[in-house]
């Protein structure tokens, strides 16, 4: 996993609540990954998606092309999540909320009504109570960009992060303790300016800010690769998978996970970084090549059909990484194999294990 500069804890303000409860018994709603794109219908009317209707203010809300669009051009104007999958959302409940998002200008606030609240500020992101009670203020100026942007608001805290999908080093974090659940739903709010929401995210769960860490247990890795297979085989309409951004999930998502995001190649069943007659070893112990078994990453399953069969080396091969070493690491002088010396070295291995497997007594 890499390591993604937070600026945030150094940064740390306490905010004391003049009205606050103590944390109270959390109920959770539905506890899977809720994913809206914003169809007609979402909006204002208690559907099986998310529920959203403005709850202060006299700000317009408008759908264009599948977007949210907010805007604000009379002071403060928020929006109250009311639903999520149907269910009616628990006041004081803790949730995580991201959006991708553009903000283009005035203020954006998410956070539990009109109080709690990470969000953006013309050229700042910032955490505090309301607008003018602020606990941190950190330089970060996104303005037309599009970013993601998320908020966890979980115990007595809001954690607020912002940044550039696929670019870890590009995160931000504020941090607001203090932030007693009250009688508030997850909202958003923008003053005098405007902000598209492309997609958003609800959960009682927390949400992975790594982008591909799919099961969300801050690491990416071969589950993840598994789930991104599911989701592809199952036609999943859940955008986290896609990667690519280009509305389907497909082998190029897949690429872009092992690739771009884990940083390696096809190939590198055990996950060390490299592509080499070690993950032969582990392959073909496992034993499911050929077999029909169902199969995941490590078991050899590269291109992504659940099985361990010849398409997978095809994978391995189209990708080029073998005894290349680390990915961007290759620029070394090493001579790029030929697909004939990495299926020979696979069928040395798979022939070695298979016959050390007869050799064992039954
Ligand atoms: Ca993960
Ligand atoms: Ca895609
Ligand atoms: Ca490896
Ligand atoms: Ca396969």
Known sequence: MRTVETISKTMLSIVTVLVSLNATALIGFAQDLMQDSFVDGDIGIASDGLYIQKCQGTGSQELVSGDLILESNDGWSMWCVYRYNGERITPGSEWSFRADMTFESGFLAVGKQSYHHAGLHADRLRAGINQD??????????????????????????????????????????????AYPVVEFPSFGVSDGSSTIHEMWISTTPISRISGDFNSDGSVDEQDVDQLTQATRIESDDSRFDLKRDQTLDFADRGILVRETMNTYFGDANLDDEFNSGDFVQVFQIGKYETGQEAGWGEGDWDGDAVFSSGDFVAAFQDGGYERGPRGAEAAVVPEPCSAQILITAVIYGTLVWRRKERQPV
């Not at 606990?135 to 037309?144: I, S």
């Not at 960009?145 to 931000?172: A, C, F, H, K, M």
């Open 133 to 178: 009670n602020v606990a941190v203020d950190l330089p970060y100026d996104v303005q037309g960009e599009r970013v993601i942007i998320q908020v966890d608001v979980l115990d007595n805290t809001i954690d607020g992060y912002l940044w550039r999908d696929g670019d870890p080093e590009s995160l931000v974090n504020v941090f607001f303790d203090r």
